[in-house]
């Protein structure tokens, strides 16, 4: 009881100070406002919207679960999750945050997955996409192509390893076993397909509109995140709080032989990935390999903004949040390590000198190539497709309104 009242009494008193540093500070506020909704309208609702409605529809139809019954012998083993959690992985990976908490929860909703191997699931398959990665950090901050071959390694690396060390989590609890393993995997895997599309009997107009609403409601609640952590990373700079808590660190990377400048950066990427990603990449008293050490930790670790997403999204079912937060740490630990194992011999070896034949290439993301041109017009018409989008949202729910109103 008393440990309610003082958590009563500290959610209060952080949100009278935040309320009280907006009226204090109101042209920061509104700067930090406008560039969280920039980034919401030109670049995540756009890349995001797609793969959440057709993840809806593949859920709807079966074919998730005709994947999970062929990924069953992989992703079992290795992960102690369902074959459809390599669908999820899939989706995280080339979507980014938080399309894995939100297929996790579907799936948790729909009765595939327990409760513990939903945590299991959902504590590696949240990721940055490899757009994000490579365009907007790479060559948009470090203005280095070469650099996202590292970060991406070691962010995906970083998520392989926090999977098979979650695979440990909740022992206790029995695993499902399937009793079909002398059947044709194949032939499981479409009676899995039929009886899913079967059951679920609504027809694919309201399928297609149910998928689009799903989406948008949760890329609006998304939005609202992005927006909110924006206006308290930069509040928190303005009253002096990120320099204090950066001098808690400073004494952690002096250990490290890294440079105190890079404090600042590292407590703003802790709320933020953007803007800590951002000021990493203009801190000139370290070196380069120190920046991608502590990028990489920032990418894993997803920020508070992100992890704020993904309790929202969790909290709709029984999936506990707290094995997601420690799960963002140790992927936080292992890219980090992976950044500074893998530096000497893959860019040292292949993009600080002559770059051999065999090097890894990243032709795509360079300047004037295909991705970094798909990046950048994906800015541009980014708000045309997030206007057109929220156009037919309200459209769907007047029609969904209409209809209830004529029914008796």
Not at 44 to 52: I, N, Q
Not at 115 to 136: D, H, K, M, W, Y
Not at 289 to 316: D, H, K, M
């Amino acid at each position: 009881m008393f440990r309610s009242k003082i958590k009563t009494i500290f959610l209060s008193l952080s949100a009278i100070i935040l309320a009280g540093s907006m009226i204090s500070y109101p042209k920061e506020s509104f700067e930090a406002s406008i560039r969280g909704l920039n980034m919401w309208w030109e670049i995540v609702f756009p890349s995001l919207l797609p793969f959440f409605i057709v993840s809806e529809m593949l859920i709807g139809f079966g074919v998730v679960k005709f994947i999970g019954v062929i990924l069953e012998p992989l992703m079992r083993p290795l992960f102690r999750v369902p074959g459809v959690g390599g669908f999820v992985w899939a989706m995280g990976m080339a979507s980014g945050f938080p399309a894995g908490a939100k297929l996790t929860t579907r799936l948790r909703q729909e009765g595939q997955l327990t409760q513990i191997e939903a945590e299991r699931l959902v504590s590696f398959t949240n990721s940055s996409n490899p757009l994000f990665i490579f365009g907007a950090v790479a060559v948009g901050f470090f203005h280095n192509p070469h650099l996202g071959v590292i970060l991406a390694l070691a962010h995906y690396l970083g998520n392989i390893c926090v999977g098979l060390m979650m695979r440990f989590y909740g022992r206790e609890t029995p695993d499902k076993e399937k009793d079909k393993q002398g059947e044709f995997i194949l032939k499981s895997a479409f009676s899995a397909l039929h009886q899913t599309r079967i059951n679920d009997k609504r027809p694919i107009g309201k399928l297609l509109g149910d998928a689009v609403n799903s989406s948008i409601q949760t890329l609006l609640m998304v939005g609202g995140f992005i927006i909110l952590f924006s206006v308290i990373n930069k509040l928190l700079f303005h009253l002096h709080i990120t320099a204090t808590l950066a001098k808690g660190f400073d004494l952690a990377l002096s250990s490290l032989s890294f440079p105190d400048m890079l404090s600042i950066p590292f407590i703003s990427g802790l709320f933020e990935i953007t803007m800590g990603s951002d000021l990493t990449s203009r801190v000139q008293d370290a070196t380069l390999l120190q920046q991608v050490i502590i990028t990489s930790f920032i990418l894993a670790f997803s920020g508070f903004s992100v992890q704020a997403q993904v309790a929202s999204i969790l909290a709709q079912t029984d999936i506990r949040f707290k094995p997601f937060f420690f799960a963002r740490i140790a992927q936080g630990i292992f890219a980090s390590l992976f950044a500074f194992i893998l530096w000497k011999p893959i860019y040292v070896r292949y993009y600080q000198t002559e770059q051999p034949s065999n090097a890894i290439p990243v032709v795509f993301f360079e300047e004037g190539t295909l991705l970094h041109t798909l990046f950048h017009k994906l800015i541009e018409l980014g708000p045309i497709i997030t206007i057109f989008s929220l156009a037919t949202y309200v459209l769907l729910l007047y029609f969904q309104l209409i209809s209830k109103s004529k029914k008796p």
